[in-house]
């Protein structure tokens, strides 16, 4: 038993990938406690029941006013939500923050209890709960209606319990193990609605490599990519893509640029053979109202092989067929550096063109985002191989396989 | 570039990766079972049944959505003319006031009820009596349960839901369970004969008392629209693959005051090639990231993180699961921070959520790292699937201060039943003793709870009744009735078709029974444990009316009202793709 299960969970996993959802369109549920040992569920009625692959949630009372909003992370766009809080209005709490020199610091895993109304509160200070999240170490406690407080005890970490007098709801104090409380001062900054909008999906991508990729010379023969001392520019494209078009026409327009910017074009038509005539006959409508001396570059059957198996390598994701348009930014070294999917800026083009093809970009400064990498993970070359293997090209594969050190 | 400074001293000896057959055979029948994703290709009569009663049950939703006082007349396409319907909002009724929310219950209506009682059009009029029609109603049936009485008629169980407004301005929500029978018709046609109902609850709750602020808090344009705004849907083919590809979204956040200005600060964990956000709260509530400029905008993957005073000076340290290293980033006292360890595990599992407590009382905070799956998904497969026990090990470290961490988890007595799919984890002392114990999630299988003996660890999740053999995704404790003990809350998958397909008398008929109540209890939902003051708890889920909680990641307890009983938030969801049609 539970070889079917083994497969079907490895099946899933295809059909996530070829871009399926999976118990995906669920909305958060928000379940309210009824006092009585039962819960009622009320995710719709609260408005929390947001269409996001929702995974973690943090409790803090970020606006002082008395009451726990919230951090959401989601899987899906936006990934992050903040949601005020105003069911607490009107009931009475009372907020404490722990500090325990004798133990850990933050009294991690103390726990507070509060007698109000003749009804026994408490409260756990967690580092770490649910799923991959971390709540305030501000204890926030509803006490209902209650206007006055009888006890409230602390019990630290290491289990010995100070009982704690004089405190009253509606207010926040700072206890320090040993020492008397101090009142935390009230502040109550209503953040404004603005609700978070949702994922819109964008035509266009700037794929900046994170570990720049060589191209073995057979596949820059493919794309036609020649010795420069400059960048070249890869534009893929095709008779029946508008979008190209209109990218070439801007390209050629600024000619100028790209000669300062030592980047060099190379229009690399991809229709085959049946529909070169029709690329011909764009070409020099084109080139009519633009004039140019670049040639038009067709590309053969390897080279949307070629194209197919580099993006899927750098996006590990299946590619069906080749979104045009599509640009390679190369550096003068040979290595593949950017990929442009859908149009493309012409400003952030040879901006991109300046950084990346000339010197060696540091690395924590290549990237689309600016931050820093932890690991230096090399390029899956292995997996660049079966692929170029998979789309019979055997020359860039046994490249790749030499480089690697393999026979 | 910063170096990984220190390497676990004393690496577990895990078990051999799993070997999975064959590739090309294990994808002949990958390709076999994906044909299957569609019920009509399925040869289960009764998913087919499912199918298109759910669709008759679409309809419905669809002419619900739709304002206007037609609403009960146009809905009777569903219903035979001879159907009944029971009572199902009897005037006899359990009402509830908490605070400003109304709650009406409504229990059983019988199948004896149902024959004597009103036809499909009054009882509709009566269920949907505090909706105004001037608003449109959100329905939806989940189908939970199928059985073939004959070859012209079928049962489902059908979990109701439906929000809408009063006509005075108040949400209002339906929770149900019921029973539909169903009828083909001559002419091939559907129709309800009979309605049933386990259950329901009625919500009634003033409108705005949750308020998406999230734009209000985050006005910086720079740090929203090219990054927060997407998910990994969107970044899933935009960004190089090198490493782990953004895609599954597990990444945390952690709350906490990192520039010692008495307002709590937000680090955020993102996937590969985002950098992490530290969102500092202005005075004003709304926030700056200054994660670049404060040294912790870390671009690979990183997934449980926590806020937390490692080194007792006052201030709060980072730590980061960053694929199988724990990177411990020193705070200087000012939000600005200096990597210091990178607790590297000896085998490439990612950690994913962290926990932090001091077990062994010597006053600093150590750290309990979960591992969930041993390469990734669908290449790590769990064996077995109710049960598995070839997941990567979890790791304790003990925080020696100066000296750095040490892996203690053998030592400590946690290499027990240490190689589960693990998702999260909780210290509390539940037991009263001084001393933390821990109570691990794991998913396709049995939870942990090691009690912590004066630093040795026993896992008692069996005789305390919290094995809860799931597919557990995190845990959360409160004393949900105030009786003083902690109770302890398990999200788990909730799964409509699992519960569908499970149940059936074919489904795994040559399989042991515990193999098969295992399988059963996969996909039955989130878990309450009421602790019973003497250590053991009892599981109250059914009578809590806590299964639903869907697709339940970390769900955690957290007083929404302020009446002093804590309430549960889930996030939910798993994958929701560009292509909408849900497996």
Redesign the interface.
Known sequence: MGEGYVNGWAATTKLMAAGKSWSGNERNCVQLNCGDGTFVDISAATGLDFLDDGRAVASVDWDGDGDLDMWLKNRTGPQLRFIRNEGGKGRSFMALELEDRRGNRDGIGARVRVIADDKPYSRVLFAGDGYLSQSSKRLVIGLADAKKIQEVTVTWPDGKTDSIDGLEVNKAYRVERGKPVEIIPPRNVPTIRARAPEDQPGPAARLVLKVPLPLAPSLRRTLEISETSGPTLVSLWAHWCKPCHLELREFLRRTKDFDKAGLWLVPLNIDGPSHQGDAETLWRDITSEVPTEIELQFGVQQTTAAVAALLEHVREKPVDSIPLPVNLLISPDGQLQIIYLGPVDVDDLLRDATTYGRNAVQASKRFQFEGRWYFRVPRDIEGLIELLKAAELDDAAAFYENAVGKP | ??TVWFVLAAPIALADDDK?AAIAE?EA??DA??T??DPNADDWTTEILADKAGNQLKKLGKIWAEAGAKRVEESLFLFAPDTKIGDIRPETNET?Q??N?T?Y?YGTSTASEAASAGDARSSLTTLLKNFSPAKPI?AKFKTVGVREVDAKHFEIDVIY???GQHTDGR???H?GDWTLAWKKTDDGDLKVTFLIQQRL?E???P????????????KDDNIWS?????????W????????E?NF??????????VNGD?L?D?Y???GT????KLLI?Q????VKDT??QA?V????DT???????ID???D?DLLCA??P?I?LCENDGSGEFRPRR?MRASTPASF???????YD?D???DIYGCRYVKLS??VS??????DANNGPANHLLRNDGKRGFADVTREVGLHINNARFS???????YD?????DLYV?NDFGRNNFYRNDGGKFVDIAAEAGVEDQAAG??????????D?D?DLYV?N?F?SAGRRIAYQSRF?P??SSP?RSG?QRHSLGNS?F?NNGDGIFED?SE????R?????????F??????????????????????????
């Not at chain 2, 899933?236 to 490493?243: L, P, S």
Request: aromatic share 8%; charged share 20%; hydrophobic share 45%.
């Open positions: 570039m910063v999975p294990r029948v990958i079972l994906t299957k994703a509830k908490i605070g929310i709650v219950r959100r839901q439906a929000v949400n209002v929500q929770t609850d919500v009634l709750m409108p705005n008392q949750f308020v998406d602020c999230t734009r209000g808090v985050i090219p990054q927060l705004a997407h998910g990994c849907e969107y899933f083919g935009r960004i190089d693959a090198v490493g590809i599954m979204g597990h990444n945390g956040i952690a709350v906490g005051d008495g709590d937000i955020v964990a993102q090639g985002l950098p992490n709260q005075p004003d509530g709304t994660a670049l040294g905008a870390w671009l690979d997934k449980g993180v926590l806020l937390v005073d007792n000076d006052g709060q960053i694929g290293t990177v990178g994913y959520s962290l926990a932090a407590a001091d009382g006053g600093d905070l998904y669908g497969v769990p064996v077995p699937f109710q998702l999260a984890a909780t210290w509390v002392d009263e003793d001084g001393d933390p999630t995704m995190g845990a959360s404790w409160a004393d949900i009735d105030l003083g902690l999200s998958m799964s795994l040559e399989g193999v399988v309450l009421v109250r009578r809590a009316q806590v639903l909680g869907r697709w339940a990641w970390g769900a955690r957290t007083d929404l009202n302020n009446d002093g009983y804590e309430d549960v938030v889930v996030p939910n969801g798993f994958l929701t793709n560009l292509y909408k049609d849900d497996l």
